[in-house]
Every structure is written in C-alpha cells, then in structure tokens.
C-alpha cells in the first residue's frame, strides 16, 4: 500500500499562492459544499529578551509521511470527507509565514470543523517533525508544543 | 550484525553526530536505549523515541531491524 502515501513536505514556507492555487482546483468538484483550512504561521515569540526570527524544520520524512497517512485514512472513515490536503514545511520559516496547511472539504460545514481540529491535533502529537527556533542573533532553542 | 543509528534535531546536538554504525547485540529496544544513553549521558535528560525500520517501536520489543532512528519531542506545526 505504500504508493498511496503521499509525502506532505514542502522546502521552505508555504506560499499564499500555493494556498490559493489549491482552493482553485476544487472549484471543479461541485459535489463539495465546504471547506476548512488551518494554517500554521511562525510567531516572533519574545524569549528571555530575544525575538524568534524563523523556525528551522526538520523531521524524520518517512515516519511522518506514514503517520500522516493513517491520520489520513482514520479522519476519512470517522468524517463525511470529499478530501484532504496536508503539507508541512522542511527547512527555514521566517516568522510571519506559513509552515503548516490542512484543508478538507466536504459537501456540508460539520464535518470539516470536526475533522479540522481532530487531525491537526492528531499531527502535531504524532508526527516526528522537529522545530529549531533561530533568534534574530542566531542562537537558537528547541521549539516544544503546547 | 550492523546498525546505523540516525539522530534527529537537538539529539544531534547532544551526541555530535548525525548518525553512527553500532555493532553488537542489544536484546531490545530498551537496552540499545540504555546503553546510548551510556553512551551519551546528555540523553537521560530528554525524553525520546526510537523507531526501527522506520516504525516507532517499544521497549520491550526485540532489536530485529537494521535502521534506528532517535526522535526527540515533537514540535510540529
């Protein structure tokens, strides 16, 4: 089964226009009535005095691409989905942009607000992505989610 | 036989290396994770997972693989 996982990375930020590129291919699928987007962006958290300039991503590629596969197929046998899109970013993220987009759509609102939040929670618990905040002096300390 | 042992994010830091080869024989999973942290006594003081073959594995299962991977907390998103 492995040929049905996708890889989620992306190198560098996601763009707005990747973004958009993506609401437009649905445009084609008039079955689908709703769509839910998260989109994680880099804060300029203040720590100690220092001000977090980018994030620099790095993950163990293969875990999480499987990982992300079995929250895949789990969110569609649990949710009414039409489809979903998961992408992460690898590599440096400035603060201000985005390193992590989820969109799901379906024919009706309920199922995408209720998987939204299940599966980004579920990515962000399981997947073996790595965050290293770099400070405006490049120094830097190891991101730890909340 | 042979195991090539990866690293990933401040564990690179702690043990200075990205990856290293490791013979000898370990049992489990749990006892390759003692002995690194021997190895490397910077590593008792994070908690972390160890995969084989690319599944995260127990400690109590048996060593079978060729490829360990050492992953720190997850900080995605």
């Known amino acids: 089964m492995k040929e049905n996982i996708k890889n989620i990375f992306v190198e560098g930020a996601i763009s707005p226009t990747k973004i958009a590129t993506s609401i437009a291919h649905h445009q084609s699928k008039t079955n689908i009535g709703a769509h839910a987007i998260f989109l994680g962006q880099v804060r300029a958290d203040q720590i100690e005095g220092k001000t977090v300039h980018a994030i620099d991503y790095s993950a163990q590629t293969e875990i999480a691409n499987q990982v992300c596969h079995e929250i895949r197929e789990a969110a569609f046998s649990k949710f009414d989905l039409s489809c979903m899109h998961i992408y992460h970013s690898l590599g440096t993220v400035k603060s201000g942009e985005v390193c992590f987009f989820v969109f799901v759509s379906s024919a009706h609102r309920k199922p995408v607000f209720e998987s939204l939040t299940a599966i980004v929670n579920e990515i962000k618990a399981k997947v073996p992505v790595f965050g290293k905040e770099i400070f405006e002096d490049q120094s830097h300390q190891w991101k730890v989610n909340q | 036989m042979g195991l090539r042992v990866r690293y990933f ?41 160890i995969a084989q073959d690319n599944t995260i594995d127990i400690d109590s299962s048996e060593v079978n693989g060729t490829l360990i991977d050492l992953l720190p907390p997850f900080s995605g998103g």
């Open chain 2, 9 to 49: 994010g401040q564990l690179q830091e702690i043990t200075g290396k990205k990856e290293e080869s490791l013979t000898g024989v370990f049992g489990t999973i749990g006892n390759l994770r003692a002995h690194l942290i021997r190895c490397y006594p910077g590593l008792e003081k994070i908690h972390f997972k």
